[in-house]
């Protein structure tokens, strides 16, 4: 018998394998006391909710059921009990549902049963949960989830509708019993509900049936709710937290001004006083205090994540300070810490790195690994993200990310990954498990915040309304083309990739630019901008409907030229089309209608359709399907 080679070459990791799986542990959080951790897990695929002794880490309780439901939202309401919103999965649909169920549990596993909701009355088969007397047909949303001396928290509770736009109420909801009292009704649908020091109602802020903000204030011993003026605060006025004392509210807002900062705003004034704005995007997140009560720092995303302390009279303030010189270059979130303000768990990631949880201990000046959320990981060598702009063909400059693959390749494949939304939403340096695949399989990955993206202040985002089909798609063009002139790229190897409003940038920005991309892959995506007034789930309520003619417009003229299904004559780009049957978002009919028109064309294409799927893919088998399959494609399409 040969002996094997001393020097030969190791088969390469399955990356589709280990990126596809779900994280081993998720969401950590510390008890008020410090006597419990508590972390979500997958088992068996469905999210459970596991207790640790914090001092030994074994575990001492866990919320796991039987059926359809599995762990959603949860916090620690008090030194031993957790209540977390219930979910459901479904065989037709892989997301998991929220139907407005609370449920409370020990950290011993003890004292389990349902709080609020539909089901709250009756025995739920086969789950083995034990339910209270009384049933609601609503959906709760917490308020204020620190239980007070009597049990109680605020929540939330809005009826079922079919558009969600019925007025919700505010209950304090005993997290034993499940006794509740009403506390009032609010003024506006789509509501969020700030509390005050006392734990009563202080501001309500939603939307209208036109798609306008508005405000609401009280006085906590006052029924009536008294609208705020609209030249009072700006378009993205959002609550955080209430000022310890009452009287203040801290806010996101771009009151005159482009970009969304934070704001204290005086209730009884009116008065603005500016915290903190960045002068080039928008912050991403405040940091606020352990009570809720202040923010001390707040998150900036100018390429790479930054934080600006806004205050060191905080003790959160320090230890988050000291966090950061713990892990320089990295993404740090404490996501919880107990009363005394002595421990703390954190959450750090980067471009290279999933998230790990650490634990620390302020007297003792340790930090201790708690977990890495994905340990099959270990030893992979991912591709560093690095930051760009490029202007584009207005002279506009554009922001985005690029991800050179390790293999160097004369032939130089590049991917263009093109995030959903449009509006709102960005790409932002991060662990990514999409980027990260096919950069590991040889490709570099450009990833554009075409104009029309949130982040970047109002003036970028608004740029790209009514833009859908023209603008956005040409900054994403010229990014393609800024990536070839720079070497990221060789002109007749380039394939573009998307999903929802990314599959729709697939097809156009294809259709816009002939040649240009030898092959693309579009998932879960619309393709006839007209079906969006017929179809799906963005309609079906009146806020939905002014968002659709405020960005997209109703001159069916326009429409029609810019919806891709309808123009294939000239496209060159071979297509692999991903969907999803039980899709509300972007439902069947637009991929329907784009195969068709392909088929009428004589354009090659490849489809795949996945009957257990939504928006996207939630599952870890069928994300593991599309993993291997994008690979595939790829490396049919593209010379490496």
């Known amino acids: 018998m040969l002996a094997a080679s001393s020097n030969a070459s190791a088969a390469a990791p399955d990356y589709a394998d280990l990126l596809s799986r779900n994280p081993d542990i998720f969401d950590v959080k510390i008890s008020p006391d410090g006597s419990y951790l508590a972390t979500k897990m997958f088992v068996d695929g469905k999210q459970t909710l596991v207790f640790l002794d914090s001092k030994t880490m074994k575990p001492t309780g866990v919320a796991r059921f039987g059926g359809l439901i599995e762990v959603g939202e949860y916090r620690w309401v008090s030194n031993d009990r ?218 900036v995303a100018d390429g790479r994540p930054a934080y600006v302390l806004l205050s060191d009279e905080y003790k959160e303030a320090k230890v988050f300070k000291d966090l950061l010189g713990a892990f320089p270059g990295e993404d740090v979130t404490i996501t919880s810490s107990t009363d005394d303000l002595n421990q703390f768990v954190v959450a750090v990631s980067s471009d290279i790195s999933p998230v790990a949880y650490y634990s620390y201990d302020v007297a003792k000046n340790s930090l201790g690994l708690i977990s890495k959320s994905r340990a099959a990981l270990k030893g992979v060598a991912f591709a560093p993200t690095e930051p760009i702009s490029f202007d584009s063909f207005d002279g506009m400059k554009i922001h985005g990310y690029l991800t050179q693959s390790p293999s160097k390749s004369a032939e130089k494949p590049l991917v263009v990954y093109v995030h959903g939304g449009p509006h709102g939403v960005r790409d932002v340096w991060q662990f990514d498990d999409t980027v990260q695949l096919m950069a590991l399989s040889g490709y570099n990955v450009l990833q554009v915040n075409y104009r029309g993206s949130g982040g970047y202040g109002d003036k970028y985002e608004q740029a790209g309304y009514l833009q859908w089909g023209n603008n956005i798609q040409r900054d994403i063009i010229a990014g393609t083309e800024w990536a070839i002139a720079q070497g990221h790229g060789k002109a007749g190897n380039v394939c573009i990739v998307g999903g929802s ?80 049957k039980r899709d509300e978002r972007a439902p069947i009919a637009h991929a329907e209608a784009l195969t068709d028109a392909l088929k009428a064309a004589n354009k090659p294409f490849e489809y795949l359709e996945f009957d257990d799927e939504a928006h996207g893919f939630y599952s870890a088998e069928n994300q593991l399907v599309y993993m291997r399959k994008l690979q595939a494609y790829l490396a049919t399409h593209l010379k490496k």
């Open 82 to 299: 957790v209540v977390f919103k219930m979910v459901e999965s479904h065989p037709w649909l892989e997301q998991p549902q929220y139907y407005g169920e609370l449920y409370g549990i020990n950290a011993d596993g003890s004292k389990g049963q349902i709080l609020f909701g539909y089901r709250a009355g009756e025995e739920a088969k086969g789950s083995k949960i034990k339910p209270k007397r009384e049933a609601v047909n609503a959906w709760a949303e917490f308020i204020e989830a620190k239980a007070d001396e009597n049990g109680n928290i605020l929540i939330q509770s809005t009826p079922m509708s079919e558009d969600g736009e019925r007025l919700s109420e505010v209950l304090s909801l005993n997290v034993f019993n499940g006794k509740t009292k009403f506390y009032g009704r609010v003024p506006v649908p789509r509501a969020q509900v700030i509390a005050g020091t006392t734990g009563k109602p202080r501001v309500v802020t939603g939307i209208n049936r036109s798609g306008e903000r508005e405000v609401y204030v009280k006085d906590e011993n006052v029924d009536e709710w008294k609208r705020v003026p609209l030249a009072a605060f700006g378009d993205d006025f959002t609550p955080i937290a209430m000022t310890g004392d009452n009287n203040a509210l801290y806010v996101y807002d771009d009151i005159n001004q482009d970009k969304t900062g934070v704001f204290k705003f005086d209730l009884k004034t009116g008065k603005y006083t500016a915290v903190y704005t960045d002068p080039a995007v928008d912050v991403v997140q405040a940091k606020r205090t352990n009570d809720k009560r202040s923010v001390y720092a707040v998150e």
């Open 501 to 580: 409003f990314g599959a729709y940038s697939v097809v156009q920005s294809s259709v816009l630019k002939p040649n240009l991309y030898k092959c693309g892959v579009a998932v879960a995506g619309i393709y006839d901008l007209t079906l969006m007034y017929k179809e799906g789930d963005v309609r079906q309520s009146g806020s939905g409907s002014s968002y659709l003619k405020r960005v997209i417009g109703q001159d069916e003229k326009l429409l029609t030229s810019y919806s891709p299904s309808r123009n294939v004559a000239g496209l060159t780009t071979h297509l692999l089309i991903a969907h999803g």
